[in-house]
């Protein structure tokens, strides 16, 4: 059932990808700041409780009471429907193929105001090179991939529908409040998927470069989800190429994009070997 519904989800984000698309998530902000200016101490669990947690809850229970072949049906309906709103319709490959433009034809600053603007790369960031602009831009797509895909797919195939959900609301959570608690949840959340991903990273690119520090890493609880996949798909890239060059840094972006891409159709194809094994 999972398999199918993650497959479902797949295959009609790509067929409805939109660019510029935003979530509409107007029903959940619209009386969380106000709450949250009057919460202090305690009260902040009370709110996420009542924004993130209930929500889940109330999903959950609901799915649980559809029964029957026409309670299948629309529990079927209603988790592809949601799963697809979690999971997002941004064309992020347009983002991406502008700020190629501007890396082909050597206009650097162009592709630093498109990685800003476009690719959520920090104006604050240290892009004073093409190549730290580089470095910056793939971090930028590893995070993009994780956080828009195999973070939710994780928690989807672990707790349900409400998994994914519950990622999502605590992630806007503490985009809207910049409680220190919510990071340490929303870092708790990333923890083990980034480090399936990682290996995963290994699996699709150069094993014998990249899979013992992949493996490395589920005994370091101080670094972050970023510098994890960072760090390994560096390790497939150094084992190709020891050193930058301007003319083959376009190719090693795309190259990062294929490898992502690798490592999702891997995760598609376990979950499918699961369902046929096991039923899952």
């Keep these: 059932m999972k398999f199918i519904i ?10 409805t990808r939109q660019e510029g698309y935003h979530r509409d998530k107007s029903w959940f902000v619209r009386w969380l700041p106000a709450a949250t200016e ?13 924004f993130v947690v209930l929500p889940c809850i109330f999903l959950s229970a609901i799915l649980a009471s559809l029964g029957g072949l026409v309670g299948g049906l629309i529990s079927l309906v209603l988790q592809v429907v949601l799963f697809l709103y979690i999971l997002g319709r941004d064309d992020y490959s347009q983002r991406f193929q502008r700020y190629q433009a501007c890396w082909k034809r050597e206009d650097y600053q ?11 790369v920090e104006a604050e960031a240290n892009t004073h090179t093409p190549e730290q602009l580089h470095q910056q831009v793939q971090s930028a797509v590893l995070q ?13 195939l672990v707790l349900g529908i409400a998994g994914p959900l519950f990622c999502l609301l605590t992630l806007w959570f503490y985009k809207h409040t910049k409680r220190g608690w919510v990071n340490q949840v929303w870092r708790s959340l990333q923890w083990i998927p980034v480090r399936l991903l990682a290996i995963t990273i290994a699996l699709a690119g150069d094993f014998s470069a990249s899979f013992s520090k992949a ?12 510098e994890v996949l960072t760090t390994v798909v560096k390790e497939n890239r150094d084992a190709q190429c020891h050193s930058f060059s ?12 294929k490898l992502m891409f690798r490592c999702a159709v891997i995760w598609l194809l376990i979950v499918a070997l699961l369902t046929l ?3 899952f």
């Design 277 to 279: 094994l096991v039923g």
């Design 110 to 120: 162009a592709a630093y105001e498109c990685a800003h603007h476009f690719l959520s």
């Design 6 to 15: 993650l497959l479902m989800t797949v295959l009609l984000q790509r067929q």
């Design 144 to 156: 993009a991939w994780f956080e828009r895909f195999f973070i939710f797919v994780f928690w989807f």
């Design 215 to 226: 493996m490395g890493y589920w005994f370091d609880f101080e670094v972050s989800p970023s």
């Design 246 to 257: 301007c003319d083959n840094a376009e190719s090693a972006l795309m190259e990062t994009n």
């Design 38 to 50: 009057a919460a202090s101490g305690n009260r902040d669990y009370v709110l996420y409780a009542l």
